[in-house]
């Protein structure tokens, strides 16, 4: 079996104000206000120029894991981000943000 790959030359494009979503809320904390600094990241994608024309801010998920929060406080936490297309690099300007449950 022989295999032949064609790869474009590789690009990057930032996207500014890409929303940051809270996943795995817990049921103790449901119902609290919950506030985000910062709300918003930017994320940097990398791939061939024809991957990167297809993909809009939409198409990229930033998430804040809630599991195992049940109390008021201020936590830092790791954000993840991930894309519908695999074949792109997806990179987080921050990788931290600061989540205040108020109670």
Known sequence: VSVSVTVGERT???????QVRLINQEAEIDGMPITLDPRTVSVTVSGSEEMLQNITKEDIMVTADLKG???AGERQLTLSVSGPNRLV?????????????SG
């Open 12 to 18: 990057s494009a930032t996207f500014s104000d890409v």
């Open 69 to 71: 929060i049940t109390a």
């Open 89 to 101: 690099e997806y990179q987080l300007e921050t990788s931290e943000i600061t989540v205040t449950v």
